[in-house]
């Protein structure tokens, strides 16, 4: 994801508030709410619009991955998704 959006895994971790330490860890556990707090501060860090778009873009051609699921939950990425008529919100 840090190509994608071309960010820096430990700035994400410190903008969340974790050390940026985990970076070397093969495995992490957090509960949920860090788990989305860090998505929101991936989108953060990538400070530009679209970005949404561009992970979907991004991961439209697969394989796809469970950990990337979270970034529906950004909020421009809901509104964007409200508005499609395929939607079941």
């Known amino acids: 994801m840090s190509a994608i959006l071309g960010i820096t895994p430990e700035k994400v971790l410190r903008r969340v508030g974790l050390s940026a330490s985990l970076v070397g860890e093969e495995e992490i556990s957090v509960r949920a709410e ?3 707090r860090i998505w929101d501060a991936m989108y953060a860090e990538a400070d530009r619009p679209g970005v949404e778009m561009e992970l979907a873009m991004a991961y439209a051609h ?3 991955l469970p950990p990337i699921l ?3 939950v950004l909020k ?3 509104w964007a998704w409200s508005d499609c008529p395929i939607s079941n919100h």
């Open 34 to 36: 860090t788990y989305f």
């Open 70 to 72: 979270p970034f529906h």
């Open 76 to 78: 421009p990425f809901r």
């Open 62 to 64: 697969g394989p796809f």
